[in-house]
């Protein structure tokens, strides 16, 4: 089962506006949260992430907001710029123990789909 | 630089043999993952190492796969009896020192399976 969704495989938008990078998930366990970029033939680089306990984290042109009623999480990049071009993951952990299930978690991410973002000059 | 590194970066290999791939942290960390990406898809977990111990595996992990870490420093990802669905990337990645479960990859190992 897809816990971690990205339902929009591509994002078209102009130099200098607002990228919006939208992903949702299933798991209530969930409380960390991450945002990664992936260029080509190159391992996933890290760009912000998010507690459970908060509602919006900024670093730079990179917000993430995460609405949890909805359990759903945003990415926004303002202003977007062409090396912003790149494959955006969004990614969630759990680190409570499933005390039901005897199961324990060790922080290991989830990861969506991917959303290609591509940023024309 | 993520300060890990991985190789081979590429291989190529036939359906059937053994191939073995290599993650080594630049400095200590004592909590190194495995994942696996294929096209179109998120990276998948493997498994995770705590230091030696191999503390979690994925259900994804068949018998063919198998991972070490000995004295908790590099770690080597071993997949016997290559099929063709195992061409993947295989990332190595190590726990960040932030709250947040931040992981932070190497570059990856592009394997192909003919």
């Known amino acids: 089962d897809q816990q971690v969704k990205q339902n929009s495989p591509s994002l078209s938008v102009q130099e200098g506006r607002i990228s919006i990078l939208n992903c949702d998930y299933t798991?209530?366990?969930?409380?960390?949260f991450l945002w990664y970029k992936k260029y080509p033939a190159e391992g996933p680089t890290f760009l912000i992430s998010?507690?459970?306990?908060?509602d919006k984290n900024e670093d730079g042109r990179f917000t993430v907001f995460l609405n949890k009623s909805a359990k759903h999480l945003s990415l926004h990049i303002v202003p977007s710029q062409p090396g912003d071009s790149a494959v955006y993951f969004c990614?969630?952990?759990?680190?409570?123990?499933?005390?039901?299930?005897?199961?324990?978690?060790?922080?290991?991410?989830?990861f969506g789909q991917g959303t290609i973002l591509t940023v024309h000059p | 630089d993520t300060g890990v590194s991985q190789n081979p970066r590429h291989k190529i290999t036939k359906r059937g043999q053994n191939v073995t791939f290599r993650c080594d942290p630049i400095?200590?960390?004592?909590?190194l993952y495995w994942y696996r990406q294929t096209l179109g898809q998120g990276p998948e977990f493997l498994t995770y190492f705590q230091n030696e111990a191999q503390l979690e595996k994925s259900r994804l992990l068949s018998d063919r796969f198998s991972a070490e870490r000995p004295k908790g420093s590099f770690s080597t990802l071993e997949i016997q009896r290559t099929e063709q669905g195992d061409s993947a990337m295989y990332l190595c990645a190590l726990r960040g020192p932030g709250l947040y479960n931040e992981q932070f990859f190497g570059p990856g190992t592009r394997l192909t399976v003919l």
């Open positions: 400095s200590e960390h004592n909590r």
């Open positions: 798991n209530s366990m969930f409380d960390y």
């Open positions: 990614a969630a952990s759990a680190t409570r123990t499933l005390a039901n299930a005897g199961g324990t978690s060790y922080g290991k991410l989830t």
């Open positions: 998010i507690s459970s306990i908060k």
